[in-house]
Every structure is written in C-alpha cells, then in structure tokens.
C-alpha cells in the first residue's frame, strides 16, 4: 500500500512562492507521482507529474510557475510553486500510479485524475 502525506499548505501572499511536499513510501520510485488540484465547486485538474526516470510534465497553465521534482533518498516529492495568484486556491494532492516500465497500465504524466489509484488526504493552500 502506498501512503502518501502532504504539507506545506496553508495562507500565502500573492505572489508568494511556496513549496508542498508528498513524502511515500521506498516503493514510489517505481511510480508515477503526480500533483492535483481541486477548488470549490470545480473538477479536480492536473498540476504536474513526474515519472520513475524523472520525466515531468506540467498543466499548460502551470507551465513556467511551477516545478515538480523528487527526492529518492528521502521518498519525497515537492512541487515549488512561484507566482501565486488568488486563482491558485485550491486543496493540492498528491497521487501515485505504477510507472509503465514498471508494468502500470496508465501514462501518469497525461494528468488524466483517474488513472491514478493512489492518493494523499490534500493540503489547503490559500492564496489571499
């Protein structure tokens, strides 16, 4: 089973440039780890993902302003966020998908929500 927790959320300053992390398990580096967002009212979207040999991909929106990247000593994935802007809020999650190389069925770097089985509980960020 993997678990997945996030921190790193909370209040932030436009503008602000803050960094949530997703620590799992030893057996995430098999995975593709991605990043979700959801704000009220609306559908869960894609933010970034990174895949078990270190290929990213990014929501054409998050393009530029954020970067997702991982830490295999420490189980950890972050994703920096620079530039944030009230449309930002949102809860961010963090989810996990077996990497095709390693025979998952699912692309986890086409952001598609679900294709991905694994999730965290989310960490609010507001940006205000």
């Known amino acids: 089973h993997v678990q997945l927790v996030e921190s790193g959320g909370g209040l932030v300053h436009p503008g602000g440039s803050p960094m949530l992390s997703c620590a799992t398990s030893p057996r995430y580096s098999t995975y593709c780890m991605g990043w979700f967002r959801q704000a009220p009212g609306k559908e869960r979207e894609g933010v970034a993902a990174?895949?078990?040999?270190?290929?990213?991909s990014y929501a054409d929106s998050m393009k530029g302003r954020f970067t997702i990247s991982k830490d295999n000593a420490k189980n950890t994935v972050y994703l920096h966020m620079n530039s944030l802007k009230p449309e930002d809020t949102a809860m961010y999650f963090c989810?996990?998908?077996?990497?095709?190389?390693?025979?998952?069925?699912?692309?986890?770097?086409?952001?598609?929500?679900?294709?991905?089985?694994?999730w965290g509980q989310g960490t609010q960020v507001t940006v205000s």
């Open positions: 990174i895949d078990s040999d270190g290929s990213t």
């Open positions: 989810a996990a998908e077996p990497s095709p190389a390693y025979g998952g069925y699912h692309d986890g770097l086409q952001l598609r929500a679900y294709e991905y089985n694994y």
